[in-house]
């Protein structure tokens, strides 16, 4: 009897240190989907904004990106800057000598630190970037994996 309880405990053990880790790594990129959704949805929304608006390039502000008075391209949730526990800072480059905005950043991070809520980085290129450390991310940060 003993020895079946030593090896259903070693089992568990086994079990727990294979399982739980992967466990762990699927439910941050599940976490980490919401607000990589909708990093995509406000860079696809500046992709409309620009070609619909040539003369002025990049939308400044997530409010032009809002509903009327803006684009209407994003919901007034996402253009608030604030949705699902994250906050959406969108940087736009100052205009260029024609007056277009041909280049920003947008950085999206957890209202509360924390290593399994990653914070994201997307520019006009729309490739995302992602880090776990307590600051804002960077072109420099490892690419985000296609999920």
Do not use: C, W
């Not at 860079?43 to 400044?60: C, E, I, L």
């Not at 809002?66 to 480059?93: C, E, F, Q, R």
């Not at 072109?139 to 296609?146: A, G, L, S």
């Amino acid at each position: 009897m003993r020895r079946k309880l030593i090896l259903l405990l070693l089992l568990l053990g086994l079990a727990a240190t294979v399982f739980l880790p992967r466990l762990y790594r699927r439910e941050l990129a599940r976490q980490g989907t919401r607000p990589a959704d909708s990093l995509q949805t406000i860079h696809v929304a500046q992709v409309f904004y620009v070609r619909s608006h040539p003369d002025k390039g990049f939308a400044a502000s997530l409010a032009e990106l809002g509903p009327i008075p803006g684009a209407d391209l994003i919901d007034s949730v996402l253009a608030s800057g604030k949705k699902s526990g994250y906050v959406y800072t969108l940087n736009a480059a100052p205009p260029d000598a024609s007056g277009r905005i041909t280049h920003y950043t947008l950085v999206v991070r957890p209202e509360k630190y924390s290593t399994k809520s990653p914070s994201f980085f997307i520019d006009e290129t729309g490739i995302e970037h992602l880090t776990i450390e307590n600051r804002d991310p960077t072109v420099n940060d490892p690419v985000r994996p296609p999920q």
